[in-house]
């Protein structure tokens, strides 16, 4: 595979000031211009396919069709985003109208959302191509008007190189501003630094670990002009077993669970990472079946050595604490840069008094704590950090029994499922990726879905201003034929 030498400052600098020149222009640019670009984007990604698919496998470990599957992914997205920004309905445009004789007189008032200005995006290791460089990060910023620069990630930096080849050319094919997009390699900290420090960035996009999002987060607050870190930094999606529930489908439940557990060598960041029930016969059931299962599961290569290594230096961490029983591994034993799945065990009190248990184990790891009661689990609610994702497996009557659980388990994460698995994640617009800290870094916002496009977005407001100098988002005959908050009622008039 080829190498890349690091970005310097200086180089880092003329990308930026070019951003800033490409978003005096494209941020003039209509919905349909921008979305044009968008689908010209997904176009050349279909015309390499095969052969930035064979360059990721290479790269990262991972199988033919998972990337498949990730591309296909990664097209829609670009695709659906562009339908939405041409929509309009995230541009959030609110009018009301002049009343001049009331006393005092009420002005005529306009407001839509504006992009920011250009925006560095961070290529995820473990999605090397839904949440890389022309993933949902890159996508919503160019649909909220928004040049990207992307800083690749290191483990897949060849893949990234020819998907940022795609998006050039169709940035030259759609006729964009020069600086509309760049692409940048570092493997050390200095670039990143460099490139959220830069005056001219107005906001990043992560994915990745708690340590790096947090990085960025604080460098940027340590800015002379602050600006927002979007960083979704993983989370252990906490799974409660509710009684009703457990005592019909133990068996079933755990076999479930051990498929999700290891998917993808559990190389998601809805990992299912923590298991909480009643300590009972049922849940005995539950672990015991779990283990039996996770035993068959043979271990497979983990993206790049540094994620295995890192899995196998927190894996080895966590199962040491006093008080954590290993339920199961793997019988077959792994091979380098393999991930080995493993069960482990703890009781309610141990997690309580162990901040060590709640970190997450990036890999085919999961944790499951037994809860003497009901009191106890949501003593464990109470306690538990921000997440993505809170499953519970219940029955209604379970849920109607228990609604100080279900209410308590709200405040910590973005998305709750019932009865289901939380890998696998929809890209719709009634998805929300993300939860309070230090699931990401700012709760109110969605990674995946076109709701995503408003985090690089800010609103301005219009005062008085002549009709005919309104962009066409505000104008009175409506031009865009958008959805439009007008005197409070929405409508297309």
Same mark, same amino acid.
């Given at each position: 595979?080829?190498?890349?030498?690091?970005?310097?400052?200086?180089?880092?600098?003329?990308?930026?000031?070019?951003?800033?020149?490409?978003?005096? +222009?494209?941020?003039?640019?209509?919905?349909?211009?921008?979305? $044009?670009?968008?689908?010209?984007?997904?176009?050349?990604?279909?015309?390499?396919?095969?052969? +930035?698919?064979?360059?990721?496998?290479?790269?990262?470990?991972?199988?033919?069709?998972?990337?498949?599957?990730?591309?296909?992914?990664?097209?829609?997205?670009?695709?659906?985003?562009?339908?939405?920004?041409?929509?309009?309905?995230?541009?959030?445009?609110? #009018?009301?109208?002049?009343?001049?004789?009331r006393n005092p007189p009420k002005t005529d008032l306009r407001k839509m959302?504006?992009?920011?200005?250009?925006?560095?995006?961070?290529?995820?290791?473990?999605?090397?191509?839904?949440?890389?460089?022309?993933?949902?990060?890159?996508?919503?910023?160019?649909?909220?008007?928004?040049?990207?620069?992307?800083?690749?990630?290191?483990?897949?930096?060849?893949?990234?190189?020819? +998907?940022?080849?795609?998006?050039?050319?169709?940035?030259?094919?759609?006729?964009?501003?020069?600086?509309?997009?760049?692409?940048?390699?570092?493997? $050390?900290?200095?670039?990143?630094?460099?490139?959220?420090?830069?005056?001219?960035?107005?906001?990043? $996009?992560?994915?990745?670990?708690?340590?790096?999002?947090?990085?960025?987060?604080?460098?940027?607050?340590?800015?002379?002009?602050?600006?927002?870190?979007?960083?979704?930094?993983?989370?252990?999606?906490?799974?409660?077993?509710?009684?009703?529930?457990?005592?019909?489908?133990?068996?079933?439940?755990?076999?479930?669970?051990?498929?999700?557990?290891?998917?993808?060598?559990?190389?998601?960041?809805?990992?299912?990472?923590?298991? #909480?029930?009643?300590?009972?016969?049922?849940?005995?059931?539950?672990?015991?079946?779990?283990?039996?299962?996770?035993?068959?599961?043979?271990?497979?290569?983990?993206?790049?050595?540094?994620?295995?290594?890192?899995?196998?230096?927190?894996?080895?961490?966590?199962?040491?604490?006093?008080? +954590?029983?290993?339920?199961?591994?793997?019988?077959?034993?792994?091979?380098?840069?393999?991930?080995?799945?493993?069960?482990?065990?703890?009781?309610?009190?141990?997690?309580?008094?162990?901040?060590?248990?709640?970190?997450?184990?990036?890999?085919?790891?999961?944790?499951?704590?037994?809860?003497?009661?009901?009191?106890?689990?949501?003593?464990?609610?109470?306690?538990?950090?921000?997440?993505?994702?809170?499953?519970?497996?219940?029955?209604?009557?379970?849920?109607?029994?228990?609604?100080?659980?279900?209410?308590?388990?709200?405040?910590?994460?973005?998305r709750i499922i019932i009865n289901g698995v939380p890998t696998g994640v929809?890209?719709?617009?009634?998805?929300?990726?993300?939860?309070?800290?230090?699931?990401?870094?700012?709760?109110?916002?969605?990674?995946?879905?076109?709701?995503?496009?408003?985090?690089?977005?800010?609103?301005?407001?219009?005062?008085?201003?002549?009709?005919?100098?309104?962009?066409?988002?505000?104008?009175?005959?409506?031009?865009?034929?958008?959805?439009?908050?007008?005197?409070?009622?929405?409508?297309?008039?």
């Amino acid at each position: 595979m080829q190498t890349f030498k690091d970005a310097t400052a200086e180089e880092i600098s003329k990308v930026m000031e070019q951003a800033w020149a490409a978003f005096e +222009v494209y941020s003039t640019f209509s919905l349909r211009q921008r979305a $044009g670009f968008m689908r010209a984007i997904a176009g050349e990604l279909e015309l390499i396919s095969a052969a +930035v698919v064979a360059t990721a496998m290479k790269e990262t470990n991972l199988p033919e069709a998972r990337l498949k599957n990730e591309l296909t992914r990664t097209i829609f997205q670009l695709n659906s985003y562009a339908d939405a920004c041409e929509q309009g309905n995230w541009l959030e445009a609110r #009018i009301d109208t002049a009343i001049p004789d009331r006393n005092p007189p009420k002005t005529d008032l306009r407001k839509m959302l504006v992009p920011l200005g250009p925006v560095v995006v961070f290529g995820a290791s473990n999605f090397p191509f839904a949440y890389s460089t022309a993933g949902g990060d890159t996508a919503c910023a160019l649909a909220a008007g928004c040049p990207v620069i992307v800083k690749a990630h290191p483990a897949h930096a060849q893949t990234s190189e020819m +998907v940022a080849e795609c998006i050039i050319k169709a940035a030259r094919q759609s006729k964009m501003p020069d600086g509309i997009f760049a692409h940048v390699h570092g493997a $050390g900290f200095e670039v990143g630094k460099s490139l959220v420090m830069h005056a001219r960035t107005k906001a990043v $996009g992560f994915t990745g670990s708690y340590t790096g999002g947090k990085a960025l987060f604080d460098w940027a607050a340590q800015r002379k002009e602050p600006i927002p870190v979007f960083a979704e930094m993983g989370s252990i999606n906490p799974v409660y077993l509710l009684p009703e529930k457990l005592s019909q489908s133990p068996v079933e439940q755990a076999k479930v669970y051990a498929g999700s557990i290891t998917l993808s060598a559990g190389q998601f960041c809805t990992n299912p990472g923590l298991i #909480i029930g009643i300590d009972n016969a049922d849940l005995k059931k539950f672990i015991t079946t779990l283990g039996n299962e996770i035993e068959q599961v043979a271990p497979s290569a983990m993206l790049h050595p540094g994620i295995a290594k890192a899995f196998a230096a927190n894996r080895s961490k966590a199962l040491a604490q006093e008080q +954590v029983h290993t339920v199961a591994i793997a019988q077959q034993p792994p091979q380098e840069n393999q991930g080995i799945p493993t069960i482990a065990s703890a009781t309610a009190q141990a997690f309580l008094n162990n901040p060590i248990l709640h970190q997450e184990v990036f890999g085919p790891y999961s944790l499951v704590i037994r809860c003497k009661d009901m009191e106890e689990m949501i003593a464990v609610a109470k306690h538990m950090e921000g997440q993505l994702t809170t499953t519970l497996i219940a029955t209604e009557t379970d849920m109607r029994n228990n609604a100080v659980l279900v209410e308590t388990v709200k405040n910590s994460c973005g998305r709750i499922i019932i009865n289901g698995v939380p890998t696998g994640v929809e890209v719709c617009m009634s998805m929300q990726h993300g939860g309070p800290f230090p699931a990401t870094t700012d709760a109110r916002f969605t990674a995946v879905g076109a709701d995503g496009i408003k985090r690089f977005a800010r609103p301005l407001c219009f005062q008085n201003w002549p009709n005919s100098l309104l962009p066409d988002e505000l104008k009175d005959s409506n031009p865009l034929g958008i959805w439009r908050t007008v005197n409070n009622e929405l409508t297309k008039a």
